[in-house]
């Protein structure tokens, strides 16, 4: 059974960079035809996503988040990472990680979730 | 980028009642790349429908999904206790992939 977990501090100062890994178990995240995407939601809020990296490394960006986003993969740690810089009290959100698999009829969808993190943003 | 706008936004309903949710979408969604998901409070989405009608692993047959172009619809034939929570409509047609605002279920 496929497994993510997301780790990373929980506080974020202002102006500063929030970080989250998603540790990924049960499977190697190079073995799928898959992307691993991570997607926010801010208290009371919606689901907004943030970007994606495909298991052979291309990474794709929201347009609106694109200039503060990087999404990284370590296939050695089996992870992925998150990086937001320049955060300010509208990045407070819970973050998740995901895993977009991609069908033979090329239907994408989110099969496995993180239980997700929250990442609040204050001085 | 595809805006998706989910009506209505709260639903009251008993348990055993249909529920139809409604997904529409600001242009096409190609090959009816929409998923519907359900969120519980304190929990992740759940997969329920992907390419517009096929019901995930282990979803019950009381959700059914229906749809194309830009009009799309979740069916909930009975409601169960577990039904209550919020759903979400999603496309993958485009970058950037995008979300409804969500239909929140609750009991009347």
């Known amino acids: 059974q496929l497994q993510l977990q997301e780790s990373g501090p929980g506080l974020v100062k202002p102006s500063e960079t929030l970080s989250l890994t998603c540790t990924v178990s049960g499977d190697s995240l190079s073995s799928c035809d898959c992307y691993w995407d991570w997607v926010r939601q801010p208290p009371g809020k919606g689901l907004e996503w943030i970007g994606s990296?495909?298991?052979?490394?291309?990474?794709y960006y929201s347009p609106s988040l694109m200039s503060r986003v990087t999404i990284s993969v370590d296939t050695s740690r089996n992870q992925f990472s998150l990086k937001l810089s320049s955060v300010t009290a509208a990045d407070t959100a819970v973050y998740y990680c995901?895993?977009?698999?991609?069908?033979?009829?090329?239907?994408?969808?989110?099969?496995?979730w993180g239980q997700g993190a929250l990442v609040s943003v204050s001085s | 980028e595809i805006v998706l706008t989910q009506s209505p936004g709260t639903l009251s309903l008993s348990p055993g009642e249909r529920a139809t949710l409604s997904c529409r979408a600001s242009?096409?969604?190609?090959?009816?790349?929409l998923a519907w998901y359900r969120q519980k409070p304190g929990q992740a989405p759940r997969l329920l429908i992907y390419g517009a009608s096929s019901r995930a692993t282990g979803i019950p047959d009381r959700f059914s999904g229906s749809g194309s172009g830009t009009d799309f619809a979740l069916t909930i034939s009975r409601l169960e206790p577990e039904d209550f929570a919020v759903y979400y409509c999603?496309?993958?047609?485009?970058?950037?992939?995008?979300f409804g605002p969500g239909t929140k279920v609750e009991i009347k």
């Open positions: 999603h496309q993958y047609s485009s970058l950037p992939l995008t």
């Open positions: 990296i495909s298991s052979s490394g291309s990474s």
């Open positions: 995901g895993r977009r698999t991609v069908d033979r009829n090329h239907y994408h969808y989110f099969d496995y």
């Open positions: 242009q096409s969604v190609s090959s009816n790349y």
